[in-house]
């Protein structure tokens, strides 16, 4: 039988003979993560759980990256719960303090995660590093503990959706845009319980990163894993980032697929996704002119360095409008550096944005940008129900990097070809 | 047997509704619970008897990963979310966690706010006692079945090491 490529993944993962959806299967695991959120409820149901030793010590990772650099004193207590279980098991990928990236933009960059892997994360967005051609999915803590002891899962085998990315993107059209164009056509429960598989000429055009960010928002559709073929890109990404062994993968021709989707990106404007969720999906040229407060560039959507370079080609020249506070976050410790070495920083100092440590703060409403009642910010990240980013009576509108950042100058949701 | 009023909720009630993030600094079940649905109604836990049950629309527990999502409804004295479908991995969690879902599509429009129910976890058959109707549930695949059997994923996991050393 023809596979699609997220069957193909997990049988290069399991002994049982994969059939096809709907399918329990239980497959070896390449990586499994948790966060200060998520360690400390898996860690616990470890120890009930009676194991000792986790199953592969340089495959169990923690990155303390939520509540991080720690905001209060109950948050300082969880990180404590994760040190104290990394050193008790020898951890090789601990990260605390200036080693933290944002956990799913940091991974793929240490060469944790790549082509092939199967990798389950007690985060949502761990859907991630299926932008490298990885079976990479969310789970709870005490699915993550049993990972953590067994080194192993179980799957229910999805069902999948061809994505086909046809057309050219414009100069401020990326990943994200496209991702927000899809959920805005499926719905945040479009892909529940299933793959996205990405594919199509534009597909193959997309850097690296940009496949990261669409993978990243699988989720937000609802989906299990939203996947890119192991390609040429990937496979050296991989390798420039310390992976060997990785091999090419993509489906079978004449895979079976459940509903074919085409976003084509000819002519698309920067999309946004409006409150409170992010299928409310509109052109900029529909939502422009509304006053923002806040403008928050980072995250594991958008906070790696192709990001950053077309958030700081807006700064340039530029101010952030008065009344605006504009946060940028670079993902990860090399992102800054990187950031630094090009004089993104500069740029964005200069335009007076407040640039931060690498931190998901913000994003989830835990710290380092909380919006009060009435405000309304636009943010690269991925979610915008109600109160994600602090009151119940704020809103969060959803955009790429480049639509961000040209809000954040004008004051107002505007396009960014008038900035 | 559980026996409880019925709270409706909406639509893709997501888990930062279910649970804000601003909450996530422990993991004890009562702290959690004493917050639960904080996120979609400040106080919405005041109404809540224990025993009472969550019914709601499509994709509930969308969004975050959270354990602490079920931890919250179950430290809120809920046993039980009937709903016309959950999402992935809440669902998955609550399974974890010992929180009883039922999905049943459409026949969710048959349960009304305030209606007194009383739900048989192994049969999957909810009778609604105010207005008469029984709804029959899907039953639980095989496999998930053998977990549950076994008391939850805690104790399967601590059999399967068993069964390795």
Same mark, same amino acid.
């Given at each position: 039988m023809p596979a699609t490529l997220a069957e193909?993944?997990?049988?290069?993962?399991?002994?049982?003979?994969?059939?096809?959806?709907?399918?329990?299967?239980?497959?070896?695991?390449?990586?499994?993560?948790?966060?200060?959120?998520?360690?400390?409820?898996?860690?616990?149901?470890?120890?009930?759980?009676?194991?000792?030793?986790?199953?592969d010590r340089?495959?169990?990772?923690?990155?303390?990256? &939520?509540?991080?650099?720690?905001?209060?004193?109950?948050s300082a207590e969880q990180v404590k719960v994760c040190r104290e279980f990394a050193a008790e098991q020898l951890l090789a990928h601990y990260f605390e303090g200036g080693n933290v990236g944002v956990e799913h933009a940091l991974l793929p960059e240490l060469g944790l995660v790549g082509p092939g892997d199967v990798v389950i994360g007690a985060d949502s967005h761990t859907c991630t590093y299926g932008g490298l051609g990885a079976f990479a999915t969310g789970m709870g803590s005490t699915d993550i503990a049993g990972g953590m002891a067994l080194g192993e899962t179980w799957f229910k085998v999805p069902p999948t959706i061809q994505?086909?990315?046809?057309?050219?993107?414009?100069?401020?059209?990326?990943?994200?845009?496209?991702?927000?164009?899809?959920?805005?056509?499926?719905?945040?429960?479009?892909?529940?319980?299933?793959?996205?598989?990405?594919?199509?000429?534009?597909?193959?055009?997309?850097?690296?990163?940009?496949?990261?960010?669409?993978?990243?928002?699988?989720?937000?559709?609802?989906?299990?894993?939203g996947l890119f073929p192991a390609d040429a890109k990937a496979l050296a990404y991989a390798a420039a980032h310390g992976r060997t062994g990785d091999e090419a993968l993509e489906a079978d021709p004449g895979a079976h697929y459940e509903r074919v989707v085409t976003?084509?990106?000819?002519?698309?404007?920067?999309?946004?996704?409006?409150?409170?969720?992010?299928?409310?999906?509109?052109?900029?040229?529909?939502?422009?002119?509304?006053?923002?407060?806040?403008?928050?560039?980072?995250?594991?959507?958008?906070g790696r360095i192709e990001d950053l370079r077309e958030a700081a080609a807006i700064f340039k020249g530029n101010k952030v409008a008065k009344h605006v506070r504009c946060i940028v976050l670079p993902a990860t410790p090399a992102?800054?550096?990187?950031?630094?070495?090009?004089?993104?920083?500069?740029?964005?100092?200069?335009?007076?944005?407040?640039?931060?440590?690498?931190?998901?703060?913000?994003?989830?409403?835990? &710290?380092?940008?909380?919006?009060?009642?009435?405000?309304?910010?636009?943010?690269t990240t991925n979610r915008n129900f109600r109160g994600r980013m602090g009151s119940l009576?704020?809103?969060?509108?959803?955009?790429?990097?480049?639509?961000?950042?040209?809000?954040?100058?004008?004051?107002?949701?505007?396009?960014?070809?008038?900035? | 047997m559980y026996q409880g009023k019925a709270h409706k909720v909406g639509d893709h009630i997501d888990t930062d509704a279910?649970?804000?993030?601003?909450?996530?600094?422990?993991?004890?079940?009562?702290?959690?619970?004493?917050?639960?649905?904080?996120?979609?109604?400040?106080?919405?836990?005041?109404?809540?008897?224990?025993?009472?049950?969550?019914?709601?629309?499509?994709?509930?527990?969308?969004?975050?990963?959270?354990? &602490?999502?079920?931890?919250?409804?179950?430290?809120?004295?809920?046993?039980?979310?009937?709903?016309?479908?959950?999402?992935r991995i809440f669902y998955r969690n609550s399974f974890n966690m010992g929180l009883v879902l039922l999905e049943i599509g459409d026949d969710v429009t048959k349960i009304h706010d305030g209606d007194s129910l009383s739900v048989d976890a192994d049969t999957g058959v909810i009778d609604n006692r105010t207005t008469g109707e029984k709804i029959q549930c899907k039953p639980v695949p095989p496999f998930m079945k053998g977990i549950l059997d076994k008391g939850g994923l805690v104790p399967y996991v601590r059999d399967r090491l068993a069964a390795r050393a």
């Open positions: 193909k993944l997990l049988q290069r993962h399991s002994d049982t003979e994969i059939t096809g959806p709907g399918q329990i299967v239980r497959c070896r695991l390449s990586l499994v993560l948790a966060n200060d959120i998520t360690a400390p409820l898996a860690i616990k149901a470890f120890r009930e759980m009676g194991a000792h030793d986790v199953f340089d495959r169990v990772v923690i990155v303390t990256d &939520h509540f991080t650099p720690n905001k209060d004193i109950a994505v086909v990315l046809t057309g050219d993107c414009g100069k401020f059209v990326g990943g994200k845009d496209l991702m927000l164009a899809l959920i805005g056509v499926i719905g945040v429960s479009g892909a529940r319980y299933k793959a996205l598989e990405f594919t199509g000429a534009l597909a193959t055009k997309l850097s690296v990163e940009a496949r990261l960010t669409m993978s990243n928002m699988a989720i937000e559709a609802g989906g299990k894993v976003i084509n990106a000819d002519g698309m404007e920067p999309q946004i996704a409006c409150p409170h969720l992010p299928e409310n999906v509109k052109p900029v040229s529909e939502v422009a002119g509304l006053r923002i407060d806040q403008a928050v560039i980072g995250s594991c959507t958008n992102v800054w550096r990187q950031a630094l070495a090009e004089g993104l920083i500069e740029i964005f100092m200069d335009a007076d944005c407040v640039v931060g440590p690498p931190t998901c703060g913000p994003c989830l409403g835990g &710290h380092m940008g909380i919006l009060a009642g009435g405000e309304r910010a636009i943010a009576e704020s809103e969060v509108y959803l955009s790429g990097p480049a639509a961000a950042a040209a809000a954040a100058v004008a004051g107002a949701i505007i396009d960014p070809a008038k900035i | 279910i649970i804000p993030a601003r909450f996530l600094v422990t993991t004890d079940a009562a702290e959690l619970g004493a917050n639960c649905m904080e996120g979609l109604e400040p106080g919405w836990i005041k109404r809540i008897q224990k025993g009472d049950i969550i019914v709601a629309g499509e994709n509930f527990g969308c969004g975050s990963s959270r354990e &602490h999502a079920p931890v919250a409804i179950l430290g809120a004295g809920i046993p039980v979310v009937i709903a016309r479908s959950f999402a």
